[in-house]
């Protein structure tokens, strides 16, 4: 965190009563490298990543910069309406009566109308919405001077690029820009360069591919794909968290995973863009307000999640972008807290696994699937825990009673049972055979010396095999003892040993005369032609 204050960077007094009622002391490090260049004016293009405070980071020099005027002064684009919903909850959260557009799919027109109508000074919305409004001629762009683009870098993954220099096309020229990324590559560097004038750049020392979070701490589990889900029974029954949020690669799998949760006593929904808004309303309500314990969704889904001390990420199987993988972990250990992303890979993924960390500086440290037994000792341990807490007077002379006339031994067991009854102990899976060890083919595990496995070129490695020793052969042209021996004198295989067939007479060669007479078939004789016969000679008859 950073040691200025909020005051010390241009805040105003009432935002500055805002920021206090909710909780924020110190800004941090993306809001002090911003919020003075914001204020006076300048073009900002930062690269940080999820949950690092961006959201201030350009909400509050953007709300200090809006006049009284009743129209769109600011619009602000972020790839899922999830997000600009957040974004929105943000800014009303520091100025309660703030007029404000929600651009989304997915929803009805008639409350966007309306605030269109009324005059909302910040439009915060998706870019197809955004253009569907001005294709319809509801949204009027010529008096906006505040551009923020949020995660720039996802709405090109999910194709809205070209709809957003649409839409910057259609703002008059000169206004201040804020592009938010948490990576940089070449289409997005390339609008930056159309549309921002001068930026002032933040690049912090966590954003990009060498993201490395400290407060996350990383564990995969090696599972094979079919044993995903029951692993995942067994890790969330041994860790007990108080809640988790599950990313799957499919929308099918969502479902699935969710329902082998319910089954398993693990209370659970699931996420994804085919549910109608007013169904993913209600289940991210009920996840952040703690009455959800488990949410299984896809990226997309829950893009713009924010849960306040989030404990656990999960991944059932890793993405195919390193970029996507820390945008998921992302959304635990945030504003400072810890936390744990928890990834449940194959063979194949754990490779990949290995190389990102190699590539990204993440410290991996793998995990084994507990088994029941481990399982139901750590359910024990939990249960003296809750009872030694849950003792009262009232309590204690209850148990004086019952003890008077029962067993202690079959008492305690009796209500062991009806704790117990309803809690689940997973599944018995096989574990790897050197569960607690690295994977065989990580290159940075040591040698039994001590030290480190060198790292040796190419070059080194080609003429270090050239050099080897060559095991003896029979089929190598030069003996140990420097003799030659020719290939004509190689021992060679034995052939297998075929009867020679019984003898025949031969048969007569066949010519045109004996050929004639042959049957004609191979069951009779050809018959012998019988004379035709023509009746009585008729006269000549004259014409």
């Known amino acids: 965190m950073s040691e200025s204050t909020f005051a010390a960077l241009g805040c105003s007094e009432a935002l500055l009563a805002a920021l206090t009622k909710r909780g924020f002391e110190t800004p941090m490090p993306v809001q002090a490298a911003t919020l003075k260049a914001g204020l006076e004016g300048r073009d900002l293009l930062v690269q940080s990543r999820t949950g690092s405070g961006k959201t201030l980071a350009y909400g509050l020099p953007l709300l200090h910069r809006l006049s009284e005027a009743k129209h769109a002064q600011a619009l602000i684009l972020a790839p899922t309406r ?83 220099e649409k839409i910057l096309s259609k703002v008059p020229k000169g206004p201040q820009t804020y592009l938010f990324s948490a990576t940089l590559p070449a289409p997005i560097a390339k609008l930056a360069g159309r549309f921002l004038k001068d930026p002032v750049r933040v690049q912090l020392a966590e954003a990009g591919e060498t993201a490395v979070h400290a407060d996350i701490a990383h564990t995969p589990v090696i599972v094979p794909d079919h044993q995903q889900v029951r692993a995942l029974v067994n890790l969330l029954l041994l860790d007990d968290p108080s809640s988790a949020l599950i990313f799957t690669k499919t929308k099918a799998q969502t479902e699935e995973v969710a329902e082998e949760l319910t089954v398993s006593g693990l209370q659970s929904a699931f996420l994804h863009g085919d549910l109608a808004q007013a169904t993913r309303t209600r289940i991210l309500s009920q996840f952040k307000e703690g009455k959800l314990r488990y949410l299984v969704a896809t990226d997309v889904a829950a893009r713009g999640l924010d849960i306040t001390g989030l404990p656990l990420v999960v991944h059932v199987g890793i993405p195919t972008q390193m970029e996507n993988y820390i945008h998921r972990s992302g959304r635990t250990g945030r504003a400072g807290a810890k936390g744990t992303s928890l990834a449940l890979v194959s063979w194949k993924e754990s490779r990949i696994l290995l190389a990102w960390s190699r590539r990204g500086g993440l410290q991996l440290d793998w995990r084994a699937i507990p088994s029941p037994a ?170």
């Open 374 to 543: 481990e399982i139901r000792e750590v359910q024990s341990t939990r249960l003296v825990e809750r009872i030694s807490t849950s003792i009262s007077p009232a309590l204690l002379a209850q148990a004086s009673r019952m003890l008077v006339d029962g067993d202690p031994v079959r008492l305690v067991a009796g209500l062991l049972g009806l704790a117990q009854r309803d809690l689940a102990s997973g599944f018995e899976l096989p574990n790897e055979p050197d569960r607690k060890a690295k994977p065989r083919f990580d290159s940075s595990r040591e040698r039994k010396d001590g030290g480190p496995r060198p790292q040796r070129s190419y070059a080194e490695r080609s003429a270090a095999r050239s050099e080897a020793p060559r095991p003896e052969s029979a089929f190598s042209k030069t003996r140990p003892d420097g003799s030659f021996k020719p290939r004509k004198d190689f021992d060679e295989k034995p052939r297998p040993y075929v009867r020679p067939k019984a003898d025949t007479p031969s048969a007569p060669r066949k010519t045109w005369e004996n050929r004639a007479a042959e049957p004609t078939g191979p069951w009779k004789k050809a018959a012998p032609k019988k004379p035709v016969d023509s009746g009585p000679a008729r006269p000549w008859k004259k014409k």
């Open 82 to 164: 999830e997000l600009a919903q957040q974004v929105g909850a943000e800014f009303h959260s520091l100025v309660p009566k703030l007029p404000i557009a929600s651009l989304v799919g997915g929803v009805a027109y008639q409350p966007q109308l309306r605030s269109l109508q009324m005059g909302a000074m910040v439009v915060v919305g998706t870019p197809g919405r955004v253009m569907d409004h001005l294709d319809r001629g509801t949204l009027d762009l010529s008096q906006v001077s505040m551009i923020v683009l949020d995660e720039c870098d996802e709405m090109l993954n999910m194709g809205f690029l070209e709809d957003v």
